[in-house]
DNA sequence: CACAGCTACGTCAACGATGACGGTCAACGT
DNA sequence: ACGTTGACCGTCATCGTTGACGTAGCTGTG
C-alpha cells in the first residue's frame, strides 16, 4: 500500500479508504489509486487487516478426519453451501491421527478463525476449551467430544443399528456378523449398542466371536469377513458398521460365491449399491444435511447464540435394496 | 501475552522467548510463564506472528473444484502426505464455480500461504501472475492454467483415451458412443482427442451423433448413455470420459438389461468397478501420487527452485476387467 | 582491579493495515 | 467580512508479535 502510495503521491490512508470503497476521496484520486494498484498487482494483506480490525476473519475451520469415502464429499458440500450464503470461506484440513487433530485445530485457532467444524478424532478435546474462553465456538459433527462441553450433530447411530439388526432378525436371521473400525469411535460404539438391543429384543444371546471390530480398511474387513464365512458355524447375515466395511464384505461374498446367499446390511449409502448384485441394503444418513446443520448452528454461535450447547440427533433410514432381504 | 506478562511480572518480550523456546530466560521464570500461559489458556495469534516475521506462513491453499468422487480424496490424500513431511498446514477451500474460485484464490492468496496448488476451474487464471510476482509459487494439477505460464501436473490424457478407444477397436468394436463433461475441460478434450486419434489411425470416421459432451452428473450422463442405446442404430461399445459418466452409463446399461453386450470403459478408476457384473475396464491414472509431485513441486518453488515452469505428464494405466473386452 | 564475556532480561521499532481524530481549503450563508 | 460546513486528505496510535540492540549484574581472568 506504501509503494501504492507513493507512485500516486498520497497517503496510505487514502489508498486504504479508496481499497474499503469508504468515499472521502475524489473520483480522480480514487481511479488513479485503482489504476496503480492493478497495476503492481496488489493484494491487501488480510492478516494485518484483521489483526487491527479485531478478530473477525470472516473464515471458519474445518477439521476432518479423512477415513471413509463418499462422507467426506458429502459434508464439505453440506457445509459450504450455507459458508457461502454468509461468504465465509471454508479452510478445511485434515486430522488423520489424534496428534495430527490437536496440531489442526490449534493451527486453525491460532490462524483465527472465526469458528471450529471439528469432526473429531481424538481421545481427549479439553484444550478446546481454551477456544471456547477465548469466544471462538467450536461445533462438532459425527460424533460428540469428549471431556468438553459443545454443540454436536449426531445422526442417531443406535437407532440405525438397532434397525438394521432388526431387519435381519425379521427375515430369519439369528446368527448376524459384525464389522467395523474402531471401538473408540462414538459411532462405531452406538451403532454396535444398537445391534445389541436389536438381539436382545428378539431374545438372541450375543456372540462375541461373531463381532470382528478395529477393521480400519476395505481390505482388512474383507480379511474379516472372509474369516467369519469360513468358521465352521458361519453367519448367514452381516452388518457392517461404515460403508468401508460394507465395501470389504461385499468383495469378500462375491469371492466366496456367497452374495446371494449370506444377507448383507451396511451403514452409511454408497455410489453404485444399486448396481452390485445384488443390490446393497443399507442405513442411510443425510450427511450433507448434517453439514449444513452443524454449519448453521455454527455461525449462529459466531453472531451471538448463547443458548447452552445443543446436541442435535438427525435421523436414519434404512433403504432395502435386495441383499438385506435374502433369508437364511 | 501482555496478560501473561504482567501477572508473571516479567516484560512481554520474556514470554515470547520462552514460547518459542529461544532461552536467555532463566529456569524458573520460564516454568512460571509456562504454567500460566496454560492455566490462561493462550494461544499464539499467529496473523500477527507472521506479520511481524514476513510472509512465511507454513501454510498451503489447495483449490479445488470438487465435482467428481474419489478424485478429491486421493488428491488430498497425496498433497498431505508431502505436507506433514515437512510439517506445513494444507487449507483446502471449494471452487465450485468459475467466479468462486476467483474469490477462493483471492482470499488464500490475501491470508499469506506460501504456494497455492490449483486444479483449474475457470478460463482465466491471469489474475494469478499478480501472486506470482510477489513471490507466491502456483502450481496447477489435473489441468493446465489459462492465460498463465505456471508448473502444471498433468495426467496423459491423450494417451488415456487413445488407449481406451484403441482397445475397443481391437475387440471389434467401430460404433463407439462416448459421454463426458465440459467440453471446456481440458482433460475432456484431450481425452476426446485421444479417442478420435485411435479412430482415424483405424481408419474409421468419427460420427459426432455418438458424442454426448455437457453431462456433469451421473444422471445426466444415465440419460446420455440411455439415448444412445436406444438409437437406430446402437453404438457396440461406450467409453465414458470420468468416473461419474461411467456410474452414470453403467447404470442405464443394467437397466437396459444390455450390460453383457454392450462394452464399456471409464477413464478414472473407482471403488467398486471391479464388483460390478461385468466388471468394469478403466484407464486409472494414479491421482494420489499427482497430489504427491504436485506438492513436492511446490514445496521446491517454495524454497527458490527457480528453473522454468515445468509440466510434468504421468502416465496412465489401463485396467482391462472385463466390461471392455465384450466383442460384439 | 579493570575488563571481557556471559546470562538474563528489557526497550524499541517494525510487520501492513485501519480507526479515531485533526487539519486545510473552497463554497456558502448571513 | 466572517463563521460554518463538508469534501478531501493526512497523522498517529494500535492490533499481537518478534528482530535488533541495549543493559545490568555476575563470573572469571590476567
Redesign the interface.
Known amino acids: 500500500m506504501k509503494d501504492i502510495a507513493d507512485r500516486v503521491g498520497v497517503s496510505i490512508k487514502s489508498v486504504s479508504r479508496v481499497l474499503n470503497g469508504e468515499g472521502g476521496v475524489s473520483p480522480a484520486t480514487a481511479q488513479r489509486i485503482l489504476d496503480i494498484a492493478s497495476e ?9 487487516r ?2 487491527r480490525r479485531g478478530h473477525r476473519t470472516g ?1 471458519i475451520g474445518l477439521a476432518l478426519r ?1 477415513s471413509s ?2 462422507f ?2 458429502d459434508l ?2 453440506g457445509v ?1 453451501e450455507i459458508a ?1 450464503e454468509r461468504g465465509a ?6 486430522s ?1 491421527s489424534a496428534e ?1 487433530e490437536r496440531e ?1 485445530l ?2 486453525l ?4 478463525v472465526d469458528g471450529l467444524l471439528v469432526e473429531p478424532n481424538g481421545p481427549d478435546h479439553s484444550f478446546l ?3 471456547q ?2 469466544g471462538t465456538p467450536v461445533v462438532f459433527v459425527d460424533r460428540p467430544p469428549s471431556r468438553l462441553t459443545a454443540d454436536t450433530i449426531l445422526s442417531d447411530d443406535f437407532a440405525g443399528g438397532r434397525a438394521a439388526t432388526a431387519h435381519l432378525v425379521a427375515h430369519g436371521h439369528r446368527r448376524i456378523g459384525v464389522i467395523g473400525a474402531l471401538p473408540d469411535l462414538h459411532t462405531v460404539r452406538e451403532r454396535l449398542r444398537g445391534h445389541e438391543a436389536a438381539l436382545a429384543e428378539a431374545g438372541i444371546a450375543p456372540d462375541e466371536r461373531l463381532v470382528r471390530l478395529n477393521r480400519e480398511t ?1 481390505d482388512q474387513a474383507h480379511a474379516a469377513a472372509a474369516e467369519l464365512l469360513a468358521a465352521v458355524d458361519p453367519p448367514t447375515a452381516l452388518f457392517t458398521l461404515n460403508n468401508v466395511c460394507t ?1 470389504g464384505a ?2 469378500a461374498l ?1 469371492e466366496a460365491g456367497r452374495e446371494s446367499r449370506v444377507a448383507l446390511i451396511g451403514f452409511d449409502d ?3 449399491a ?4 445384488p443390490p446393497v441394503t443399507v442405513v442411510a444418513h443425510d450427511v450433507t444435511e448434517m453439514g449444513r446443520q452443524a454449519a448453521r448452528l455454527l455461525f449462529a454461535r459466531i453472531d451471538g447464540y448463547a443458548e447452552p450447547p445443543q446436541r442435535i440427533v438427525l435421523p436414519v433410514e434404512l433403504i432395502a435394496r435386495g441383499s438385506g432381504e435374502i433369508e437364511p
Open positions: 503492481v498487482g496488489f493484494r491487501r494483506n488480510d492478516l494485518a484483521d489483526l473464515t479423512r469415502t463418499r467426506y464429499d464439505i458440500r459450504e457461502e470461506l471454508v479452510l478445511t484440513a485434515g488423520r495430527r489442526t490449534l493451527a485457532s491460532s490462524r483465527r476449551s481454551a477456544e474462553a477465548m476395505a465395501i461385499a468383495r462375491r454408497f455410489d453404485l444399486d448396481l452390485l448384485t
